[in-house]
T-cell receptor, first 108, second 117 residues
Framework: RKEVEQDPGPFNVPEGATVAFNCTYSNSASQSFFWYRQDCRKEPKLLMSVYSSGNEDGRFTAQLNRASQYISLLIRDSKLSDSATYLCVVQGGFKTIFGAGTRLFVKA | GAVVSQHPSRVICKSGTSVKIECRSLDFQATTMFWYRQFPKQSLMLMATSNEGSKATYEQGVEKDKFLINHASLTLSTLTVTSAHPEDSSFYIC?????????????FGPGTRLTVT
């Protein structure tokens, strides 16, 4: 089993749609969780951290469920510019593990 | 956010030659730097972790004699791909972190696209 697993993509959605990505992790001792965004042929950029209480940043909402070892990212009112690959990242101790990423295409 | 640069951004080399890629943290001191490799349509794969002044820790399956990593200062790490082969063609990305603990944010460089002919 992979240490971090994400929904397979790609997700193709129309502008304005709401889309949700899921991610599971295997190490129960993991401490920090993030969502990164990666555009084609570019480096990953931090989108948001994920806190136990859940957190929101504009159209983006991230949630963490430690009991189920599961994190999610919800994007509301999708924009064309949201098209990218979204990477789930789990950290514990000195180690950072990236998920394989989920590709999102937002269409006009 | 903090800035990490990589040089070169793109390099084409012949099979059998060596290529050096530099990673610099421009506005902070990076205790820990990471080197990743990413093949098309695949996720980032961690190659090695280096702490300043220490030998790099390589992930399983990564040849340390082929991918030489040097982290001689708090702002510079280098990755040298020795005796490059076409299968080494990939996108190499470094990232830097202020401290050893994973509670510190990682900042990524813009990546280096290596093509070995």
């Amino acid at each position: 089993r992979k240490e971090v697993e994400q929904d397979p993509g790609p997700f193709n959605v129309p502008e304005g749609a709401t889309v949700a990505f899921n991610c599971t992790y295997s190490n129960s001792a993991s401490q920090s969780f993030f969502w990164y965004r990666q555009d084609c042929r570019k480096e990953p950029k931090l989108l948001m951290s994920v806190y136990s209480s859940g957190n929101e940043d504009g159209r983006f909402t991230a949630q963490l469920n430690r009991a189920s070892q599961y994190i999610s990212l919800l994007i509301r009112d999708s924009k064309l510019s949201d098209s990218a690959t979204y990477l789930c990242v789990v950290q514990g101790g000195f180690k950072t593990i990236f998920g394989a990423g989920t590709r999102l295409f937002v269409k006009a | 956010g903090a800035v990490v640069s990589q040089h070169p951004s793109r390099v084409i080399c012949k099979s059998g030659t060596s290529v050096k890629i530099e990673c610099r943290s421009l506005d902070f001191q990076a205790t820990t730097m990471f080197w990743y490799r990413q093949f098309p349509k695949q996720s980032l794969m961690l190659m090695a972790t280096s702490n300043e002044g220490s030998k790099a820790t390589y992930e399983q399956g990564v040849e340390k004699d082929k991918f030489l990593i040097n982290h001689a200062s708090l702002t510079l790490s280098t990755l040298t791909v020795t005796s490059a082969h076409p299968e080494d063609s990939s996108f190499y990305i470094c990232s830097a972190r202020r401290g050893r603990s994973s509670s510190y944010e990682q900042y990524f460089g813009p990546g280096t696209r290596l093509t070995v002919t």
